[in-house]
């Protein structure tokens, strides 16, 4: 009876082709939808696998240290010691340490100013270095002036040729550009510390001309990556304990592969999230479209098993037709992301600084096509699993499924509501499936509405919370001077009369040592009330008294310290045990950081050298300020600080990264609802055809049956995106923490613009209803005298 | 002489069906008289429904022109042709087409929220007509699928009359009853027509024919001829051979 | 529907008891006191040692400061423990205050975890008491409903199913549509109503098979007649046993042949006409079209055309005008009005040109086999031309009219209406 196999099977095939050709629109949706998917799942797979890898190729290809220091010295017994100290232990298979200059220095960047802490070395000895070696990225024939980072000479910063100023201890250097370079570990203002390499005469001359401080430079390796950190806490302490006049800083692998990935984790964060969501919105456009799909053919899927076909014919057609779709929109969806991922890279090159060319990957295109066709082949499989429970006789009398014993929503005698408003409630009422697709869609949809208005009031509106979160505090200017001049400087401040207020915030190379644990960075400050960011403390409170200190919140959890514990702290050789006040977040030193009272941390050391922040009346020029405080102090100030122009300088690749990103959500978002609605309007309209040319021939016009069918959908899109907006407000930052976990966030303090969003559901609600009325028109082709010369 | 309320000039209608056009019009110029019950008879394939939904708008004619007062409904566009339906006209269906979704009191409300913004006074006459047609209260309630074909048809004359058009058009009432409720049906038109409501009714059956007092027979798309039978009364044997004679001599 | 409402329902509250279940068994019990608190206490009080009359509380916390000599020197409220052996029985936090290296006095916080247990027990089995009401109570709703929809609709079907074995299907099944088994019974009833039908389509299909075995049987019966009479005649003329029967076959055999050839014939030969005209139905709108085609010169001035049904043959109709146009192109050449209007239930199309008509007496000539008018002196032409298109038009059931208008030649082509034959 059955016959042969293959030849039914063929048939199946027909069938499901037959499917797609009469469903021309809902496959355009779900290839859309599948497309926009596999796009960012793969865009998301490479950035995460391969793109996270180029780090370590780029570590590894230049043989850099796991452990970077920097000390300031003058003499030559440091560098003796310091070898014999670095050849002692086993733990270190390779080590080249040189000879540079190390001090804080600014130049303009992104339209503001970058200042950080530099290492100067000699081009042509920093590119023979053994471990830690450079690379020259882009070279000219300029043959005197200097090397940057190649991070400055993206997005139009700097090219060969250019001059560049560079500040350095209140004096100015200008260079000619004679290159670009490449580092691992300190090749951007990501690394704690960023190296400026000199051509041989113009460091000859910087030697002679600056009252820099001498300093060596060393990158080490060692043998277990995982150690480096203890390995580099155990070497500071050691110096410390040798030379406690020597200010040793550095950073370690750890710490760097994870700041210059930073925009990488964050944008494949959000890839991986929409690729999901986006996914999820699609299963679920899929699995009501077969229930629909075998609503109304009912009466052909039981004619087809009344002449023989089996139940897994028909469900082997649904599977060929959606898999094959989807399968083939995965395809060109990642085709997509490689025409995108240049684009993206040249974005993320903007932050991470490390040069990376885009290449073909096998294995997250094989992940995308499996992952997507397997969701979708699944979720048509257990929609399309009804089809087994079809009886062919009753199917084909088509009374029993459809047949409901349904309530009378919204009588029309007893309801305030206009007739149209009234009918389209019925219509509501009536459709559970719909709704439910409406409600998925527009709660995935205001989540993203609502991290995009996040993002845009985070970055683009005002990144102050995005910077407290990030970088914890912050003021108009910064004065670092040398303590025997703090007396001077706090009259001056107290004097003037546009300071609003000052207050000591100093964090200059200053750690103490957790006994039993890392070392931390520490930042000491007189008074916790005057601090600018409230927000650095997520868990307790500020520290009070002399005996209590904050923690950073990631370290906490590390190693399972709570709030009130009490821990001991060294600093040479002095100890004390402090109370935990509360829990700091910041993710400058990736959380190893903590904050003391100035009367806390003299217990263990005096403060070596102090930094005021200061903040300024409204409208005071912060340059012109800076000017005549380094006036009056003279060569006292070791560094002075226009923190308002590195914040926005630093923040313009963030506040370009979301522009792109919220940019990109929009779209999609508007992409997603135009399809979701395009095939619910779609299934509204093919279930209610009967109703509709009824309602026509008793003289409804094509518009009202049109705003009708548009208020339908309406209470479920309005309900589901107040409900959607309203836990997405709540949800975002626990959201953003998961997201930013990986830099040091414990717990996201991003403001969420309630206005915002709520405008931004409001036009979403408004623009799902334009397009609810524009997929309505297809109203205008329901005809009455069709239905009546149709039956 | 009776006021005219429609009237068709040259209204052909034509249909493409698998390339080639047919032709199921053809220049039918008829008038219709208010207060007449006006009956379209006609072997199946004549154009009868055609006639009808062309007559009243629910349709547009491929040629010719239709004439509502000094209103041109054949020149009206979609929209403007649901207005004059929802004003003008009451429809009555073969297959009923009552709306599944609503209770049978809503369908009828349904209609009449579209033209009369007066809900209680909708619900009012609502009641009067469902008295009318002797449907009780319990069964307005109800679905269509509830009820008895009988009792959706006489539902669906009401829906039809509640905006009280000017023109009650029927196709084929009773076409999806049995004997005894398709006689329901009719009664309730007659009574309708009595009161003074006018009827165009199609259909292609002599005992519905019989309740007309103009007999118009649709052949191959044109008018063959009419037949003024006078008003209806039962058992009218003088009339029912009238009529006779005249479906003969039209070939029936 | 509603007994998944239920189930959810109860899902929904057994899920909630055991979450809360866990949260209370895995719930931190924060008997310690908060230490960050308690040492701000100390600092403060600390702060304050020199003048405890100034003293204010700055924590959540109750403490009592005794000095060196055990006296109570603050208390942040009464009913706290107020000396060092109270405290410990209370399992309150005692700490020394230490002023300038030396041991100044005491402060005790209160403990108040235990209080803080005791209420957080009793919530629980106040929650717990309420959850456990409300699910009884829908157990409770639903066996009922149970009842009501499902055991009470099986008693019905009983008496249904009887009936049905006996054979009767005439009496339908009472359907309540309010309860749980509305559609399973409703199929009960279709599975009834089924029965029925396919009983009486068996029987109508019976009634059929035997009128035409009727039928075919009356239909044999003839030939059988006339074989039956040609064999008796031949067997009468022959002496020879072998020609009368071989006779009496080939007869009968011929008759048939002839029948059916002849059946066969009559059809084909209907459809060997030439130059039919076939008639069809036609909108007036595709006029303007063939005058159009037809007057390849340009020369007409062609009306508005009434919107109205044409019976006609487009082909034909096509060569009358195109006949008309290409004689006034001939004989008159000059501008053409046509003018198209509704007359006497037929479409009027006249067609006239400015050459200054024919002779009147000529007229009624034009329409012959082979006739030319008197100017068509020196014109090529046969003068087939009009005799056809007036033979089309009598055929389309039109007509074809010939006069002297006022400046030229005037022919009227009559379209007959679809609708008035």
């Known amino acids: 009876m059955r016959g042969n196999k293959s030849v039914n099977y063929n048939k199946s095939i027909l069938l499901a082709r037959a499917n797609i050709r009469r469903g021309k629109g809902q496959t355009a949706a779900i290839v859309m939808l599948v497309l926009l998917s596999s796009l960012m799942m793969n865009l998301w797979l490479m950035l995460s696998t391969d793109y996270r890898k180029n780090f370590d190729r780029c570590h590894d290809r230049l043989n850099d240290g796991h452990i970077n220091l920097a000390a300031y010295v003058t003499g030559e017994d440091f560098k003796e010691f310091f070898t014999a100290a670095l050849e002692k232990r086993p733990d270190i298979t390779e080590f080249t340490i040189s000879d540079g200059f190390c001090a804080p220095f600014s130049f303009k960047y992104n339209g503001g100013e970058i200042t950080h802490l530099g290492v100067l070395l000699e081009k042509e000895d920093a590119l023979s270095r053994k471990a830690g070696k450079f690379e020259i990225t882009e070279d000219s024939d300029y043959k005197s002036g200097i090397y940057l980072p190649m991070l400055y000479g993206t997005r139009n910063n700097y090219a060969a040729?250019?001059?560049?100023?560079?500040?350095?201890?209140?004096?100015?250097?200008?260079?000619?550009?004679?290159?670009?370079?490449?580092?691992?570990?300190?090749?951007?203002?990501?690394?704690?510390?960023?190296?400026?390499?000199?051509?041989?005469?113009?460091?000859?001359?910087?030697?002679?001309?600056?009252?820099?401080?001498?300093?060596?430079?060393?990158?080490?390796?060692?043998?277990?990556?995982?150690?480096?950190?203890?390995?580099?806490?155990?070497?500071?302490?050691?110096?410390?304990?040798?030379?406690?006049?020597?200010?040793?800083?550095?950073?370690?692998?750890?710490?760097?592969?994870?700041?210059?990935?930073?925009?990488?984790?964050?944008?494949?964060?959000?890839?991986?999230?929409?690729?999901?969501?986006?996914?999820?919105?699609?299963?679920?456009?899929?699995?009501?479209?077969?229930?629909?799909?075998?609503?109304?053919?009912?009466?052909?899927?039981?004619?087809?098993?009344?002449?023989?076909?089996?139940?897994?014919?028909?469900?082997?057609?649904?599977?060929?037709?959606?898999?094959?779709?989807?399968?083939?929109?995965?395809?060109?969806?990642?085709?997509?992301?490689?025409?995108?991922?240049?684009?993206?890279?040249?974005?993320?090159?903007?932050?991470?600084?490390?040069?990376?060319?885009?290449?073909?990957?096998?294995?997250?295109?094989?992940?995308?096509?499996?992952?997507?066709?397997?969701?979708?082949?699944?979720?048509?499989?257990?929609?399309?699993?009804?089809?087994?429970?079809?009886?062919?006789?009753?199917?084909?009398?088509?009374?029993?499924?459809?047949?409901?014993?349904?309530?009378?929503?919204?009588?029309?005698?007893?309801?305030?509501?206009?007739?149209?408003?009234?009918?389209?409630?019925?219509?509501?009422?009536?459709?559970?499936?719909?709704?439910?697709?409406?409600?998925?869609?527009?709660?995935?949809?205001?989540?993203?509405?609502?991290?995009?208005?996040?993002?845009?009031?985070?970055?683009?509106?005002?990144?102050?919370?995005?910077?407290?979160?990030?970088?914890?505090?912050?003021?108009?200017?910064?004065?670092?001077?040398?303590?025997?001049?703090?007396?001077?400087?706090?009259?001056?401040?107290?004097?003037?009369?546009?300071?609003?207020?000052?207050?000591?915030?100093?964090?200059?190379?200053?750690?103490?040592?957790?006994?039993?644990?890392?070392?931390?960075?520490?930042?000491?400050?007189?008074?916790?009330?005057?601090?600018?960011?409230?927000?650095?403390?997520?868990?307790?409170?500020?520290?009070?008294?002399?005996?209590?200190?904050?923690?950073?919140?990631?370290?906490?959890?590390?190693?399972?310290?709570?709030?009130?514990?009490?821990?001991?702290?060294?600093?040479?050789?002095?100890?004390?045990?402090?109370?935990?006040?509360?829990?700091?977040?910041?993710?400058?030193?990736?959380?190893?950081?903590?904050?003391?009272?100035?009367?806390?941390?003299?217990?263990?050391?005096?403060?070596?050298?102090?930094?005021?922040?200061?903040?300024?009346?409204?409208?005071?020029?912060?340059?012109?300020?800076?000017?005549?405080?380094?006036?009056?102090?003279?060569?006292?100030?070791?560094?002075?600080?226009?923190?308002?122009?590195?914040?926005?300088?630093?923040?313009?690749?963030?506040?370009?990264?979301?522009?792109?990103?919220?940019?990109?959500?929009?779209?999609?978002?508007?992409?997603?609802?135009?399809?979701?609605?395009?095939?619910?309007?779609?299934?509204?309209?093919?279930?209610?055809?009967?109703?509709?040319?009824?309602?026509?021939?008793?003289?409804?016009?094509?518009?009202?049956?049109?705003?009708?069918?548009?208020?339908?959908?309406?209470?479920?899109?309005?309900?589901?995106?107040?409900?959607?907006?309203?836990?997405?407000?709540?949800?975002?930052?626990?959201?953003?923490?998961?997201?930013?976990?990986?830099?040091?966030?414990?717990?996201?303090?991003?403001?969420?613009?309630?206005?915002?969003?709520?405008?931004?559901?409001?036009?979403?609600?408004?623009?799902?209803?334009?397009?609810?009325?524009?997929?309505?028109?297809?109203?205008?082709?329901?005809?009455?005298?069709?239905?009546?010369?149709?039956? | 002489m009776k006021e005219i309320l429609l009237k068709t000039e040259s209204l052909s209608k034509s249909f493409s069906s698998g390339g080639a056009l047919q032709h199921v019009l053809k220049n039918v110029d008829m008038e219709i008289y208010r207060g007449d019950f006006t009956v379209i008879m006609g072997a199946s394939g004549a154009g009868k429904s055609t006639l009808l939904y062309a007559l009243s708008g629910m349709d547009t004619p491929s040629l010719g022109k239709i004439t509502f007062g000094d209103q041109v409904i054949s020149d009206l566009n979609s929209d403007g042709l649901a207005v004059f339906r929802r004003e003008h006209c009451g429809f009555v269906f073969q297959q009923i087409y009552l709306i599944d979704s609503m209770s049978v009191f809503d369908n009828v409300m349904a209609a009449g929220l579209l033209v009369n913004k007066d809900k209680s006074a909708l619900v009012i006459r609502a009641g009067e007509l469902f008295a009318a047609v002797d449907i009780p209260e319990k069964t307005q309630r109800k679905f269509p699928a509830q009820i008895s074909g009988g009792e959706a048809q006489r539902a669906g004359i009401v829906r039809a009359l509640i905006n009280s058009p000017e023109i009650l058009f029927a196709d084929e009432p009773t076409g999806a009853l049995n004997s005894k409720t398709g006689l329901e049906v009719l009664n309730t038109l007659t009574e309708f027509n009595k009161q003074g409501q006018s009827v165009v009714m199609v259909t292609h059956d002599m005992r519905s024919a019989r309740r007309g007092n103009r007999i118009l027979y649709l052949k191959d798309g044109f008018i063959l001829g009419e037949c003024d039978l006078g008003k209806y009364r039962p058992n009218d044997r003088e009339r029912h051979g009238k009529l006779s004679e005249f479906l003969a001599k039209m070939g029936w | 529907m509603r007994n998944g409402v239920v189930t959810v329902a109860l899902i929904i509250m057994f899920a909630l008891e055991l979450t809360l279940l866990i949260w209370f068994a895995f719930r931190k019990t924060e008997g310690g006191q908060d230490t960050v608190a308690v040492n701000e206490a100390v600092q403060s009080v600390r702060g304050d040692w020199r003048d405890m009359a100034s003293h204010v509380n700055k924590t959540e916390l109750d403490y009592v400061v005794l000095d060196s000599g055990g006296k109570v020197i603050f208390k942040t409220k009464e009913g706290l423990s107020e000396s060092v052996n109270a405290a410990v029985a209370h399992r309150d936090t005692i700490l020394d205050i230490e002023v300038g290296g030396c041991v100044s006095g005491k402060i005790i916080v209160y403990n108040a975890g235990s209080d803080a247990l005791e209420s957080s027990r009793n919530v629980l089995a106040l929650v717990f008491g309420i959850s456990a009401a409300v699910q009884i109570s829908l157990c409770v709703g639903y066996l009922f409903y149970l009842y009501r929809a499902v055991i009470k609709p099986f008693r019905g079907l009983k008496g249904f199913a009887e009936r049905v074995a006996g054979g009767n299907l005439d009496i339908p099944l009472e359907m309540d549509r309010d309860n749980l088994f509305g559609a399973f019974t409703e199929s009960f009833d279709i599975m009834r109503s089924e029965l029925k039908k396919a009983k009486l389509a068996e029987a109508q299909v019976n009634a059929s098979k035997k009128e035409l075995v009727a039928k075919l049987s009356h239909d044999i019966r003839t030939p059988v007649a006339s074989i039956k009479a040609l064999s008796e005649l031949g067997a009468a003329l022959f002496e020879n046993e072998k020609t009368r029967e071989t006779f009496g076959r080939i007869n009968s055999k011929a008759d048939q042949i002839t029948t059916l050839a002849g059946n066969l014939f009559s059809a084909a030969l209907e459809e060997l006409r030439q130059l039919t005209v076939t008639p069809s139905d036609m909108p007036s709108g595709e006029l303007s079209g063939m005058l159009e085609n037809a007057d390849y010169f340009n020369k007409a001035r062609i009306s508005d055309i009434p919107e109205c049904m044409l019976y006609a043959d487009k082909l034909r109709l096509q060569q009358v005008f195109d006949n008309i146009f290409a004689n006034s192109y001939k004989y008159a050449n000059t501008d053409i009005e046509v003018r198209i209007f509704l007359q006497n239930k037929r479409l009027a199309v006249e067609i006239e040109d400015r050459g200054g008509g024919v002779n009147a007496e000529e007229l009624p000539l034009l329409k012959e086999k082979f006739r030319r008018g008197g100017n068509s002196v020196g014109v090529d032409g046969a003068g087939l031309g009009l005799y056809i298109s007036d033979r089309f038009m009598t055929e389309m059931k039109g007509e074809l009219i010939i006069e002297n208008g006022s400046a030229g030649l005037k022919i009227t082509v009559l379209i007959s209406l679809s609708g008035n034959n």
């Not at chain 1, 699995?287 to 053919?297: D, G, T, W």
């Not at chain 1, 995965?330 to 085709?335: K, V, W």
């Not at chain 1, 240049?342 to 995308?368: D, R």
């Not at chain 1, 300024?616 to 560094?639: A, K, Y």
């Open chain 1, 161 to 791: 040729g250019d001059r560049i100023k560079i500040t350095l201890l209140g004096e100015e250097f200008e260079y000619t550009v004679c290159g670009f370079f490449n580092s691992a570990m300190i090749g951007s203002h990501n690394c704690g510390m960023m190296a400026l390499l000199l051509t041989e005469d113009k460091f000859e001359e910087f030697s002679s001309e600056s009252c820099a401080l001498k300093s060596v430079y060393a990158s080490v390796r060692v043998k277990d990556i995982s150690k480096s950190e203890s390995v580099s806490a155990e070497l500071k302490d050691a110096i410390s304990k040798e030379f406690p006049d020597v200010v040793v800083t550095g950073n370690n692998y750890e710490m760097i592969a994870v700041s210059r990935y930073v925009s990488q984790m964050i944008c494949s964060g959000i890839l991986s999230a929409m690729a999901f969501l986006v996914l999820l919105i699609g299963v679920v456009i899929i699995v009501s479209n077969i229930a629909n799909y075998i609503r109304e053919n009912m009466r052909n899927l039981g004619a087809l098993k009344a002449v023989g076909y089996m139940s897994g014919q028909l469900v082997f057609a649904l599977l060929a037709q959606f898999a094959g779709i989807s399968l083939i929109a995965a395809l060109i969806g990642t085709a997509v992301s490689y025409c995108i991922f240049p684009e993206i890279n040249s974005m993320m090159i903007a932050q991470t600084g490390i040069p990376y060319a885009v290449k073909f990957q096998l294995v997250p295109i094989l992940f995308t096509l499996i992952f997507i066709s397997g969701v979708v082949s699944a979720s048509v499989y257990f929609s399309a699993k009804k089809i087994k429970k079809i009886e062919p006789i009753t199917a084909m009398r088509q009374g029993i499924a459809t047949h409901s014993f349904k309530k009378n929503h919204v009588e029309l005698e007893k309801t305030h509501l206009p007739v149209n408003a009234a009918l389209a409630m019925k219509t509501t009422f009536g459709g559970l499936k719909q709704n439910i697709t409406v409600c998925v869609t527009m709660l995935v949809i205001s989540l993203i509405l609502v991290f995009s208005a996040t993002s845009f009031r985070n970055t683009i509106i005002d990144i102050k919370p995005m910077i407290e979160m990030i970088a914890g505090e912050h003021a108009d200017s910064a004065i670092n001077i040398n303590p025997n001049r703090e007396e001077e400087l706090i009259e001056k401040l107290r004097e003037d009369g546009r300071v609003e207020k000052f207050y000591l915030f100093t964090n200059n190379n200053m750690e103490v040592q957790h006994v039993g644990g890392l070392s931390l960075a520490v930042s000491v400050t007189d008074d916790c009330s005057k601090l600018n960011n409230r927000s650095l403390i997520i868990e307790g409170r500020f520290p009070r008294y002399e005996n209590e200190f904050a923690v950073a919140a990631k370290y906490a959890k590390d190693n399972g310290i709570r709030v009130g514990d009490e821990i001991a702290l060294r600093i040479g050789n002095s100890e004390e045990k402090y109370i935990i006040s509360g829990f700091l977040q910041c993710t400058n030193n990736l959380g190893k950081d903590c904050l003391m009272i100035r009367e806390g941390y003299e217990k263990l050391s005096p403060v070596p050298n102090v930094t005021y922040y200061i903040n300024l009346e409204e409208g005071t020029d912060i340059d012109g300020f800076n000017g005549e405080l380094s006036d009056r102090l003279g060569s006292d100030v070791n560094s002075l600080q226009n923190i308002r122009l590195i914040i926005e300088s630093v923040g313009g690749v963030y506040v370009l990264l979301m522009t792109f990103l919220v940019i990109a959500i929009v779209i999609i978002s508007c992409i997603v609802i135009v399809f979701v609605m395009y095939l619910l309007i779609r299934t509204v309209l093919n279930g209610k055809k009967r109703d509709y040319g009824i309602l026509k021939a008793l003289g409804y016009t094509t518009r009202q049956l049109v705003t009708q069918t548009a208020l339908s959908v309406m209470p479920s899109v309005t309900l589901s995106a107040a409900v959607g907006i309203f836990v997405s407000i709540q949800l975002i930052n626990p959201l953003m923490t998961v997201f930013l976990s990986g830099v040091g966030i414990v717990k996201s303090i991003l403001t969420v613009p309630v206005d915002i969003c709520i405008a931004a559901g409001i036009i979403l609600v408004a623009f799902t209803f334009a397009v609810a009325c524009l997929m309505s028109l297809r109203v205008k082709k329901i005809s009455p005298i069709e239905l009546i010369s149709g039956e």
